[in-house]
């Protein structure tokens, strides 16, 4: 229980040094949630949204699983997805995977694992997409493969009926996808941006 008590003392701590900067935070919070980002990524302890794009409690909304997939039949992801574009309104869409992912590596070397297998059925259909992947040095396959599955998944985002919706009734949401290296703590965004049922638009767009 040590563990735990110093986890409550640590939020005492953070929640009285925010008011000492902010006195009002909390009540604004408490009064509205107006974040412009939706943020899907890794379970990874290691990958927190908010930390990573120097962004407070409020300014980002937040959907994470294991190996940031979006299967069209997960209905939690989907209610995120939902909520966050029609009644949120967010502008932005971010699908961030990272590299070095344990769920890419357990379907990159295809050993049963056991119930979660079903769910990273996903990211062996993106790589048996991605065959060249085989061909590369092996130190490079991991991040290639953790790079693929993200553009995979913004598709899957894109082909959502929700996304459908919301750019067929003129909503301005982009989706983008981004990858993040835990051993340097960048983003590199992957070009692969969306604003609509057309065409890509360019990386780093507004």
Request: charged share 15%.
């Amino acid at each position: 229980m040590s563990d735990l008590n110093n986890l409550l003392v640590n939020n005492r701590a953070w929640a009285e040094r925010v008011k000492a900067s902010d006195p009002g935070f909390f009540s604004k919070l408490t009064g509205q949630q107006r974040p412009q980002y939706l943020w899907i990524g890794c379970s990874d302890s290691r990958v927190p949204a908010n930390q990573i794009v120097g962004l407070l409690p409020g300014d980002i909304f937040v959907h994470r699983n294991v190996g940031n997939l979006v299967h069209q039949t997960d209905l939690n992801c989907l209610a995120v997805l939902q909520y966050a574009v029609e009644v949120l309104q967010v502008r932005h869409v971010i699908v961030c995977g990272h590299y070095g992912c344990g769920a890419v590596q357990a379907a990159l070397d295809g050993r049963p694992l056991g119930l979660i297998d079903n769910w990273l059925r996903n990211i062996e259909t993106v790589h048996r997409a991605c065959s060249h992947i085989d061909a590369l040095p092996a130190d490079q396959r991991l991040d290639a493969l953790c790079e693929h599955n993200v553009r995979a998944q913004v598709q899957s985002v894109c082909d959502s009926t929700v996304m459908r919706a919301a750019w067929a009734g003129g909503q301005d949401v982009t989706v983008h996808g981004w990858i993040y290296g835990i051993a340097d703590g960048l983003v590199k965004d992957l070009g692969v941006s969306r604003a609509g049922l057309a065409e890509p638009v360019a990386a780093g767009a507004t």
